[in-house]
């Protein structure tokens, strides 16, 4: 496990889809799941760094592709903390309908997840106030139609999910994995005016100098709104 910024903390050794663990008041809380294999390695990350399976409270998810909600189901058995989702998000997780997949052009095929059970349905605007002192839920889709980004005002810490890629570079996410890369242009834009200082993605190296203007620069260069 490797510390980004104080009471932020990613997990090494994944093979994809970043995790993020988080401090807070109550305990602990997780961003995303990546595969199934990370399972074991996030309980041992955890273990090392001396805390219980219990200490996880909440598992926030930022949209269910596989690659973010592989180990879920393993990690809600381990920990019994609350996974909490978007309402559009919350079926897929659940395993009732397939992921969604763009409307045409190439595309991966048809899957549904191994379902979890989602807690807590969110819309945006939601406030964590037991999480990094206070971790708000801002809706984001276009990547999936219920992705969702969380952002902490006071720090200015924003986990953005796969709205961005960090990965070889900053670039838009992969076109054939986005079912509306208009709509997740739009999202990028709402991310730029935040004005982050630190931005954690669900694929490549946390941006943690000069964020802000790197963020405007790829909302400038995809032709996402930014209000001046």
């Known amino acids: 496990m490797k510390q980004i910024v104080p009471g932020v903390h990613t997990f090494t050794g994944l093979m994809v889809g970043r995790v993020y663990l988080l401090e807070g008041e109550d305990g602990l809380s ?3 799941a ?5 399972a074991g390695k996030i309980l041992k990350q955890l273990a090392a760094a001396g805390h219980q399976p219990g200490d996880v409270k909440r598992i926030f998810i930022t949209h269910a592709h596989p690659d973010h909600v592989g180990a879920l189901p393993a990690l809600k058995a381990a920990t019994g903390a609350a996974v909490i989702a978007t309402e559009q998000e919350k079926p897929v997780i659940e395993g009732q309908v397939p992921v969604p997949r763009r409307p045409s052009g190439l595309r991966p095929p048809n899957m549904t997840v191994k ?4 807690d807590r349905v969110v819309a ?6 037991e999480v990094l002192g206070g971790l708000q839920v801002v809706f984001t ?3 999936a139609p219920g992705h969702l980004s969380l952002w902490q005002p006071e720090r200015r810490i924003l986990f953005c999910g796969d709205v961005i890629f960090n990965a070889p570079s900053l670039r838009l996410p992969f076109a054939m994995l ?4 208009a709509e997740n242009i739009r999202s990028v834009g709402k991310l730029a005016q ?9 694929h490549g190296q946390p941006l943690v100098e000069n964020t802000a203007a790197t963020i405007h620069a790829l909302a400038r260069k995809v032709g996402a709104p930014v209000a001046v």
Not at 34 to 38: D, G, K, Q, R
Not at 115 to 118: E, K, R
Not at 124 to 129: D, L, P, R, T
């Open 178 to 181: 986005t079912v509306d890369m």
């Open 124 to 129: 945006g605007g939601e406030m964590f106030s």
């Open 34 to 38: 990546s595969l199934p294999n990370a």
């Open 30 to 32: 997780l961003v995303d």
């Open 115 to 118: 379902p979890t059970t989602v």
């Open 194 to 202: 935040l004005e982050p200082a630190v931005v954690c993605f669900g």
């Open 141 to 143: 889709p276009g990547h």
